[in-house]
């Protein structure tokens, strides 16, 4: 794990912490073109004639060593910059969205992406909507899962277990019965 984001092993699609915190997914296929922008952009200017880092195949093999050398020179760089480095040099990348801000997306709502869930406390929470829609089927209903131990005593009835035994394992707390 990187930061709390799954680290990716591949040079060219990857996510870099920035200055600011956030994070950048990059993609990168044309390694082979933009590597020296990349590196002079990055202040790596030492790794430009270092074979490990100068071809596609170089970094591929070496991603390992080049992860972290990234990584570390993106933390120096502020999402602005480095946003307006690759608009320049036709990089694809996004600033990764973090889930509250997520909440908080008119597009997502636009879309129907996300909905306003009420739990039985009344606490209200937003949650994503089901990710494949069929036109010709109305949206599903969203059902909260029970809570834990609602049906102990059930399940422990149609395992085979007694009224009396059931009653010794929910007093004992060997199971949770919720009220």
């Not at 794990?1 to 956030?22: A, H, I, V």
């Amino acid at each position: 794990m990187c930061g709390g984001l799954r680290q990716l092993t591949n040079r060219s699609y990857q996510n870099y912490e920035t200055k600011d915190g956030d994070w950048m997914l990059i993609v990168e296929p044309l390694w082979d073109w933009k590597y020296k922008k990349y590196l002079e952009f990055l202040d790596l200017e030492q790794y430009l004639e270092d074979p490990r880092f100068t071809s596609f195949r170089g970094a591929a093999i070496h991603v390992a060593e080049l992860i972290p050398i990234f990584a570390e020179a993106f933390k120096k760089k502020t999402t602005a910059e480095i946003k307006a480095f690759f608009i320049k040099n036709d990089i694809v990348h996004e600033r990764l969205v973090n889930p509250s801000e997520l909440c908080e997306d008119q597009q997502a709502w636009d879309n129907g992406y996300l909905r306003e869930v009420e739990f039985q406390n009344g606490k209200k929470k937003v949650m994503p909507k089901e990710a494949i829609h069929f036109a010709s089927m109305d949206e599903p209903a969203y059902t909260l899962a029970p809570d834990l131990g609602q049906h102990s005593k059930e399940i422990l009835l149609v395992a085979g277990y007694s009224e009396a035994e059931a009653e010794v394992f929910i007093a004992t707390k060997a199971v949770i019965q919720h009220p």
